[in-house]
């Protein structure tokens, strides 16, 4: 139901980040009837100097660390999650290629960060972007505390712009509401210069600069009508699911770290690497991933 796979995929590192991560996979796993894929990669070390090891002999130690990293994460969610069926990987690849060549039939990546206001450099500057520029399937990052209650019954936040890559998005937010029998809090931004761009320029020619004079109460008005458009197929599809929407003056970003005070995730959606990179380095995507102490799932598809 509303991701296409045949298994979830999370990453761990051996942090608690990366555990709790996990559990968020597989607690969506186990509502999904999906196996869980636990995914270590690493490459091999290189020589150590002093240290009189062959390379096949310090393969063997990596070897022998990934098995164990894995193995205590295993034992961890099989405790946590008997029912949902596990399957543990190791790779000899850096940790995104590792990650994306597991996840060639995923529905879905999971990635851990760590708390509200530092995202690790490495894990945003390499992992993450690295992982999201070639997933064919949504890649979420999960943020947060590991408090042991993965999936709750706050609202699901998802941007709806009413673009393609949006509209999918929007569809697997009120997929996943639905499952967990939760709302959906659907948010949209704008901003004054699109007023300004549709001003009629017959009219400034006749009235002048009075013509730029805005109603802004009417903007807003409108606004919130697109957003209603956009948003009624979906009320008529999941008529179960309850929706709030939001139709905001301004910032995409500062919109949905608002409506993440109350939810339990938020969805965004990436058409690849060109909107990824400007959304992550830029503004929406970095702000989420820097303030946000929930969930963010980029949303991906094969065809994106």
Same mark, same amino acid.
């Given at each position: 139901m509303g991701l296409p796979g045949k298994y979830i995929v999370a990453g761990v590192d051996g942090s608690e980040a990366s555990l709790g991560a996990a559990r968020w996979a597989a607690a969506f796993a186990g509502r999904l009837d999906l196996p869980l894929h636990l995914v270590h990669s690493s490459p091999a070390s290189g020589p150590i100097p002093d240290v009189a090891f062959s390379a096949d002999e310090l393969e063997e130690v990596q070897q022998a660390y990934r098995s164990d990293l894995l193995n205590s994460a295993g034992t961890a969610l099989r405790e946590w999650a008997p029912e949902v069926e596990l399957e543990l990987i190791t790779g000899r690849k850096a940790p995104a290629a590792g990650l994306l060549e597991a996840a060639g039939q995923a529905a879905m990546i999971v990635l851990g960060a760590t708390g509200a206001g530092s995202v690790e450099r490495w894990l945003l500057g390499s992992t993450v972007l690295r992982v999201a520029d070639k997933a064919v399937c949504p890649v979420a990052v999960w943020r947060g505390k590991d408090t042991g209650v993965p999936l709750d019954d706050r609202p699901i936040a998802v941007g709806s712009d009413g673009s393609p890559i949006s509209e999918a998005a929007t569809r697997l937010a009120?997929?996943?509401?639905?499952? &967990?029998?939760?709302?959906?809090?659907?948010?949209?931004?704008?901003?004054?210069?699109?007023?300004?761009?549709?001003?009629?320029?017959?009219?400034?020619?006749?009235?002048? !600069?009075?013509? &730029?004079?805005?109603?802004?109460?009417?903007?807003?008005?409108?606004?919130?009508?697109?957003?209603?458009? $956009? $948003?009624?197929?979906?009320?008529?599809?999941?008529?179960?699911?309850?929706?709030?929407?939001?139709?905001? !003056?301004?910032?995409?970003? !500062?919109?949905?770290?608002?409506?993440?005070?109350?939810?339990?995730?938020?969805?965004?959606?990436?058409?690849?690497?060109?909107?990824?990179?400007?959304?992550? &380095?830029?503004?929406?995507?970095?702000?989420? &991933?820097?303030?946000?102490?929930?969930? $963010?799932?980029?949303?991906?598809?094969?065809?994106?």
């Amino acid at each position: 139901m509303g991701l296409p796979g045949k298994y979830i995929v999370a990453g761990v590192d051996g942090s608690e980040a990366s555990l709790g991560a996990a559990r968020w996979a597989a607690a969506f796993a186990g509502r999904l009837d999906l196996p869980l894929h636990l995914v270590h990669s690493s490459p091999a070390s290189g020589p150590i100097p002093d240290v009189a090891f062959s390379a096949d002999e310090l393969e063997e130690v990596q070897q022998a660390y990934r098995s164990d990293l894995l193995n205590s994460a295993g034992t961890a969610l099989r405790e946590w999650a008997p029912e949902v069926e596990l399957e543990l990987i190791t790779g000899r690849k850096a940790p995104a290629a590792g990650l994306l060549e597991a996840a060639g039939q995923a529905a879905m990546i999971v990635l851990g960060a760590t708390g509200a206001g530092s995202v690790e450099r490495w894990l945003l500057g390499s992992t993450v972007l690295r992982v999201a520029d070639k997933a064919v399937c949504p890649v979420a990052v999960w943020r947060g505390k590991d408090t042991g209650v993965p999936l709750d019954d706050r609202p699901i936040a998802v941007g709806s712009d009413g673009s393609p890559i949006s509209e999918a998005a929007t569809r697997l937010a009120f997929e996943w509401a639905r499952l &967990l029998s939760v709302p959906v809090t659907a948010v949209r931004t704008w901003t004054g210069s699109s007023a300004v761009a549709s001003a009629d320029p017959s009219t400034i020619q006749k009235r002048g !600069r009075t013509a &730029l004079v805005i109603d802004w109460d009417a903007i807003a008005r409108s606004e919130e009508d697109e957003l209603s458009k $956009i $948003i009624a197929p979906y009320r008529e599809q999941f008529p179960d699911v309850a929706v709030e929407l939001r139709s905001r !003056r301004g910032s995409a970003a !500062r919109e949905l770290l608002y409506a993440l005070d109350h939810a339990q995730m938020a969805i965004v959606g990436s058409k690849g690497w060109g909107r990824v990179r400007g959304a992550l &380095l830029g503004s929406t995507g970095q702000n989420l &991933l820097h303030r946000a102490d929930r969930p $963010i799932v980029i949303f991906r598809t094969a065809d994106s």
